[in-house]
């Protein structure tokens, strides 16, 4: 989240669009009836009626996989009628500076495009330079070269008749939401996973981004653009960088030709070094030496080219190349999308370890219905995990604050915590190494590991803070972290949840909230710096003064000589003035400062130890949102046929196991997700009877059209197959799903949960056996929001 939970009770509309708000995020909704108590509107954008919809004053039903085309006309209405904030745009955005003259954009490609590779040379992406390479500035957003222009030529195409044709929502309602967004400032945007889901996931957050800066709605009180994050701590886990491509602290993992320190520092700025010699002191302590690049090449490089997401998991064990997984909370069995691929690559495996609180599908793989466990060889070893409420740790929630849990069991059985588990292991794997020479040893050789069975979870938080190491003392903040060794942390974002040697993550003052913003800066501890509103600078104009007194939030103080406020000002330094380079920054972590309506690479020329001179931010399928079609959709791109789906994508990669069907063969589209009585893989809810009472079976929601066309009633059996698989579910047929017209025709939308499997008390068939492993080629999440399925009665 930009912003953060009570933050919603700011704002005077919502845009819930992809989330299903009060059944998966059922606190958020407090904040926003109290909002609505004051009069706020709230918008509700899914291709079903949910529970969220029931609460909106206006609800769309969508085709999934189509809200590119819905936001992009948005966008293009307020551009068309001059709705936008133009102070805003001229202060915090890069609408007046002027793009590079190669951009372009013909026929459903960006310029750059390279068919063989499926990817583009971003470098048109960015700007016209001047001597100092610095970006030329334009006087006027009139300008026929400024970002602002072009970005208004790239949007024109998307009016309101064609975003209809292309989602399903009528042209009054897109004209009716748009109005609302404009008429109620500031506004916000929830979204989920029914906006991530797709191979335009990345994209699809984009328009949201360009349409918050049009309308000013960034920074702000009640502003923003807020995921609404799932899986308890998935905020943390990915702070904690439990993704390839990243490290602890969001910092680039080094590609295989980063050869040493310097190279990634030139590459990612000379503000992220600092950052990566804490980490590398967290890691290897002693050591970590300035003459051994503090240990930089013992740290994992990635080939440039590969894809090392859970898919490529399974696809190079299916290409014998991958031994081994160890699982430690996830149940891909259920979870994955395109099923027979995974349990084809788990029986391929060597030997797979899962540490989990149940047997779940995953452990159990081998024993699914209808395979024959004597044909697999693979060693399975099951480690009992403790549960949540058998450990203590802190768990990040969405709006990045840092929360202080406390165990409540004890022991069961032979269980153990997961910190307990990898220590164990660790200990043991560098004593089986003791006395190695070989490189791809050293890592582990010379890491500093030194934990206790004390207090495990705090000693982390405690070396993720960091340390001074010439004292000895926590350090207080991120200011305090030096670029010499002589402080070590282990995720630069949490500098400052340890200071004073307090874990301020622990902290309960839930009564002093100055400015009755809902800040309560005394709660916890949020990241960076207990910043709870994120770019909250742009709230201010260019002197630093609140555009809006009366929800002010941040702001510049002449007489101090600093930023002050309510809440942590988001500013490269607080002393830094609005007549200093760096206190016109809101966008701090962007190489020119500003909010980027085209999102292309830029590095500052002049990077000191505080300007970062990165690319990041750059999305590798285009500097605008485009819309694609999903891979299997029911109808042809109407922008541009030939260039239907997401070029960038390179999918399929194993095309024998990922099998692409058409319309003429799967007519309809599904649509799946998780329900408010179930969780996930359902390996934990579905060992729960009574909420297992509450919905006992998985099943597939019909429209009554639909239903009965095929003379399917509720209750009945019914089949579904897509080009992957097949499932068997009851029919639900429903009123809360209709028939869209698509480009002249009509398309049937059905809906499944996906949260069963042959294990637990509640078994079903996971709806996973059809939905399809294509993914966004930005972040690899899969498209199990869109895929093509047929069905009949049994
Ligand atoms: N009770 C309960 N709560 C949960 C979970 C759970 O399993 N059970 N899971 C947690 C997890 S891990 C997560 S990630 C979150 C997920 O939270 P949400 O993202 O809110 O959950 P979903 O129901 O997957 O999807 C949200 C909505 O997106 C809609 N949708 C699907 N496709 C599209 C599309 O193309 N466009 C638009 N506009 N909408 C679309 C769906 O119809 C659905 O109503 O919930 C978390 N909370
Ligand atoms: N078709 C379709 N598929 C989807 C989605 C969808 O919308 N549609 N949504 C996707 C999303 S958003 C998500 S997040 C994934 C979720 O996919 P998974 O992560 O596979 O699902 P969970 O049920 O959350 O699995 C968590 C497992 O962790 C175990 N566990 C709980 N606590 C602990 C612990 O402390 N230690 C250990 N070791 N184990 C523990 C639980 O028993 C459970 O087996 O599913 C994805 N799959
Ligand atoms: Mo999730």
Same mark, same amino acid.
Do not use: E
């Given at each position: 989240m930009t912003n953060h939970w009570l933050d919603l009770k700011n704002a005077k509309v919502f845009l819930i669009q992809g989330s299903n708000a009060a059944e998966n995020h059922p606190m958020s909704m407090k904040w926003v009836m109290r909002a609505k108590e004051q009069g706020a509107k709230v918008i509700h954008v899914d291709p079903r009626f949910t529970r969220t919809s029931k609460v909106a004053d206006i609800f769309a039903q969508i085709r999934a996989g189509s809200d590119i085309a819905f936001l992009n006309a948005i966008i293009n209405y307020i551009l068309e009628n001059d709705l936008y904030d133009e102070q805003f745009i001229k202060d915090h955005t890069n609408g007046l500076l002027i793009a590079n003259e190669d951009l372009a954009f013909d026929n459903g490609l960006f310029s750059g495009y390279n068919q063989g590779s499926y990817s583009y040379d971003t470098s048109s992406w960015g700007y016209e330079l001047d001597e100092e390479r610095k970006p030329q500035k334009a006087d006027? $957003?009139? *300008?026929? =070269?400024c970002v602002f222009s072009k970005i208004k030529g790239f949007f024109k195409r998307y009016d309101f008749k064609t975003a209809s044709d292309i989602c399903g929502v009528p042209e009054e309602t897109i004209k009716l939401i748009a109005d609302t967004l404009v008429e109620n400032r500031p506004g916000t945007i929830m979204y989920a996973l029914g906006m991530t889901q797709h191979t335009v996931g990345a994209q699809n957050i984009r328009s949201f981004g360009v349409l918050q800066l049009l309308l000013g709605n %960034?920074?702000?009180?009640?502003s923003g653009v807020n995921a609404l994050r799932g899986e308890p701590n998935v905020q943390g886990a990915t702070d904690m960088a439990c993704l390839f491509h990243i490290l602890p602290g969001y910092l680039a993992t080094p590609n295989h030709d980063v050869v040493d320190l310097d190279t990634w520092t030139s590459r990612t700025g000379t503000f992220r070094r600092t950052f990566m010699v804490n980490l590398l002191k967290a890691w290897f302590g002693e050591n970590a030496t300035p003459e051994n690049d503090f240990g930089f090449n013992w740290i994992m490089k990635k080939n440039a080219a590969a894809n090392y997401s859970i898919f490529r998991i399974f696809e190079t064990a299916i290409e014998d190349q991958m031994k081994m997984l160890y699982i430690m909370g996830q149940n891909p069995m259920v979870t994955s999308p395109n099923l027979k691929l995974v349990h084809e690559a788990l029986s391929k495996m060597e030997m797979l370890v899962c540490a989990d609180l149940f047997m779940t599908e995953t452990a159990a793989f081998w024993e699914k219905p209808g395979v024959d466990p004597s044909t697999i060889d693979t060693e399975v070893i099951f480690l009992p995990a403790q549960s949540f409420l058998e450990k203590e740790g802190s768990l990040s929630n969405s709006g990045r604050l840092v929360q202080w849990r406390y165990s409540t069991l004890n022991q069961v059985g032979e269980a153990k915590s997961d910190l307990e588990m990898i220590d164990l292991i660790f200990r043991k794997v560098r004593e089986l190494l003791q006395g190695s020479r070989a490189e791809k040893d050293q890592p582990i050789l010379n890491a500093k590991w030194n934990y206790s069975n004390n207090h495990f979870a705090e000693q982390v938080l405690k070396e993720l803070n960091g340390y001074d190491i010439t004292t000895g003392q926590p350090v207080a903040g991120i200011g305090a972290l030096r670029a010499d060794g002589t402080t070590s942390s282990g995720n630069w974002l949490y500098a400052g949840v340890f200071a004073n040697n307090e874990n301020l993550s622990k902290r309960s003052d839930n009564e002093n909230d100055p400015g009755g913003l809902g800040i309560y800066p005394g709660f916890r501890w949020c990241w960076p710096g207990n910043?709870? %509103? $994120?770019?909250? =600078?742009?709230?201010? *104009?260019k002197d630093g003064k609140p555009y809006d007194e009366s929800k002010k939030i941040v702001w510049w103080d002449s007489i101090l000589g600093r930023w002050t406020g309510y809440d942590g000002p988001d500013v490269p330094n607080a002393t830094h003035g609005p007549d200093t380079p760096n206190g016109q920054r809101a966008f701090r972590m962007s190489g020119e400062g500003l909010g980027r309506l085209i999102a292309g690479p830029y590095q500052d020329p002049q990077a000191d130890t505080v300007l970062p001179r990165d690319s990041s931010g750059v999305l590798v399928d285009g500097p605008m949102p485009e819309f694609y079609e999903p891979v299997e959709s029911p109808t042809t791109n109407i922008l541009h046929p030939e260039v239907p789906i997401n070029p960038c994508l390179k999918y399929p990669r194993l095309p024998s196991l990922q099998e692409i069907g058409t319309v003429e063969d799967y007519p309809y589209v599904l649509c799946t997700s998780s329900l408010a009585e179930h969780w996930c893989a359902g390996t934990v809810t579905r060992n729960v009877p009574w909420l297992n009472e509450l919905v006992k079976e998985t099943f597939i929601e019909i429209p009554k059209s639909l239903a009965a066309k095929h003379n399917i009633e509720n209750g009945d059996e019914v089949l579904v197959w897509s080009a992957r698989g097949e499932v068997q579910a009851k029919a639900m047929v429903t009123h809360r799903i209709k028939t869209l017209m698509i480009n002249g025709k009509e398309v049937e939308t059905v809906w499944m949960p996906y949260n069963w499997g042959y294990k637990g008390l509640s078994q079903a068939a996971s709806t996973n056996m059809v939905t399809i492993d294509a993914g966004d080629p930005n972040t690899w999440i899969q498209e199990t929001k869109a895929c093509l399925i047929n069905l009949r009665k049994v």
């Open positions: 006027s $957003l009139n *300008d026929s =070269r %960034v920074g702000k009180p009640g910043i709870h %509103v $994120l770019y909250n =600078r742009a709230s201010c *104009d």
